[in-house]
């Protein structure tokens, strides 16, 4: 074979191996050559695309650019990378990129057109994927207010991505891309601590994160957060750092306004606790220093009383009975402020229930005036209780009760074992108690709106009785209907042993 003719098979056998579609037509639209790859793309052999014009390889919609394309390639000029369509056997339409080149004669002149066909289908599918996935970044981006940067730095740049320079505040053609200008959108008293954690990183090829302050154009500072993990090369180098920046603003205010509210709530605490003090204080000073002369009044109305009779009598004996009640009075504000101030200590001892009722009643006569007191106890039940505290929670409670119950009405007692506790009631004929009220009744100084006339206490009694009741580990409630009494129920633990 001669020289010539292996050059000419040589050039068939790699037109006939290529990927692209390669094909020839003479000057009249003939084809007069159509490699396997043809074949493959448009379905047609090249026994039957060879000596036709196959008008139907082009869409009609795409006829009128191509034939601009060829019209040009005929006056002799080459057009590469031309994307169309063009129509397989069948119908379907394959995209295509087209280099279209003029075939010239012995004398130059154009004798035919060479046209090479690339199928694009997965390129445009690839472009298209990226699109999608650029765009759905850039939202997944702006929703959590999260851009990414990459710094090269043998280059000396820094690149950011949309969401990025909408944080900062800038355009893409107000950002030059230097580490300079990424630095210097960094407030003035972060940048140093910044620019060193970088550095570090990247020299160590480790990641870091920081937060920091930037400045937007308008003066406007804002947060962010910073994450970056060092970029390796091939040669195991640290290049450079990849990274994200989320702007935490928010959540720098939501912080910063809780700190605000916190060391506010302490203020007040603290202001509260110095009030709360200073009421203690008061109120016990006040309480001691109206005890002295009421204690004189009380003495010389008991001497006066053994003096006079009639009318006068009469008078001296609601001045006592006054004196007496107010007496209380001072004195349920003094147990409060002990109370109060942890300056009371309960020792348990064993005793009889109906020992320590007795006692109480016999110091509560001119309280209970002439309510009827009925005691349902079981004369040998016993309780491990310290027998002041005892003391007080039933006598606050029988006080109340006879407060707030009509004269002649009954007071009831009762008592009752459950597990190793008693329970003990005591139940009036009064109003009751409101739904709403029973809740906040053993709050201090707290008193309902619907008060006897002439017979508003102090309002610390109730807490009294609950602070009493709690020291010895037990607790109190009430059970209350309005229209049918008030009954009080409070715990106390029962004793080991029957008291003898």
């Known amino acids: 074979m001669r020289p010539a003719e292996e050059r000419i098979a040589h050039l068939a056998a790699i037109v006939d ?3 692209d579609a390669i094909f020839s037509r003479d000057r009249a639209g003939r084809i ?19 000596g036709t014009t196959m008008s139907s390889l082009v869409p009609e919609t795409r006829l009128a650019e191509v034939e601009i394309m060829l019209e040009r390639v005929r006056s002799g000029e080459r057009v590469e990378h031309f994307e169309t369509v063009v129509r397989r056997r069948g119908g379907m339409l ?52 999260v851009g990414g940067w990459i710094w090269d730095a043998a280059a000396g740049s820094v690149q950011w991505s949309d969401e990025l320079h909408r944080i900062h505040g800038l355009a893409p053609v107000e950002f030059d891309g230097t580490l300079a200008a990424h630095l210097g959108c960094i407030h003035p008293d972060d940048r140093g601590a910044v620019e060193s954690e970088m550095t570090s990183a990247l020299q160590q090829r480790r990641s870091f994160d920081v937060e920091y302050r930037i400045i937007r154009p308008g003066g406007e500072t804002r947060w962010l957060y910073a994450r970056s993990d060092p970029i390796i090369d091939d040669e195991g180098v640290a290049a450079g750092l990849r990274g994200i920046c989320q702007d935490i603003t928010q959540r720098h205010e939501a912080e910063e306004a809780v700190r605000h509210a916190y060391e506010a709530e302490r203020a007040a605490a603290a202001e509260l606790r110095v009030a709360d003090a200073l009421k203690d204080e008061f109120l016990a000073t006040v309480s001691h220093e109206l005890r002295t002369p009421l204690t004189t009044i009380m003495g010389f109305s008991s001497l006066l009383s053994t003096e006079v009779g009639g009318q006068q009598g009469e008078f001296l004996e609601t001045i006592k009975r006054n004196a007496g009640e107010m007496a209380r009075m001072i004195e349920r504000l003094l147990d409060f402020s002990r109370l109060q101030a942890g300056k009371v200590e309960v020792q348990r001892v064993e005793l009889r229930l109906a020992d320590a009722l007795e006692e109480c009643l016999d110091t509560l006569g001119p309280v209970l005036g002439r309510h009827r007191v009925v005691a349902e106890i079981p004369e040998q039940l016993a309780v491990a209780t310290d027998p002041d505290a005892l003391d007080r929670i039933l006598g606050n409670l029988l006080t109340n009760a006879a407060k707030f119950s009509p004269e002649g009405s009954t007071l009831t007692i009762s008592a009752s074992t459950e597990g190793k506790d008693v329970i003990v009631s005591v139940a009036d004929e009064g109003p009751g108690i409101a739904v709403d009220l029973q809740p906040r009744i053993f709050e201090p100084f707290f008193q309902a709106p619907d008060q006897p006339a002439g017979k508003r206490g102090t309002g610390v009694g109730l807490g009294i009785v609950r602070r009493y009741v709690e020291l010895q580990g037990g607790r109190v409630w009430c059970e209350s209907e309005p229209g049918k009494g008030a009954t009080f129920r409070f715990t106390v633990p029962v004793a080991k042993r029957v008291a003898g």
């Open 94 to 145: 394959v995209p295509v990129s087209l280099t279209i080149s003029p075939i010239l004669g012995p004398e130059g002149e154009v004798v035919g057109v060479s046209s090479i066909a690339r199928d694009i289908t997965e390129q445009q599918l690839a472009q298209a994927t990226l699109a999608e996935s650029e765009a759905r970044l850039r939202e997944g981006e702006a929703l959590a207010q």
């Open 32 to 50: 007069t050559s159509w490699n396997r790859s043809a074949e493959r793309m448009f379905g047609f052999t090249a026994e039957e695309a060879v």
């Open 17 to 19: 191996s290529t990927d």
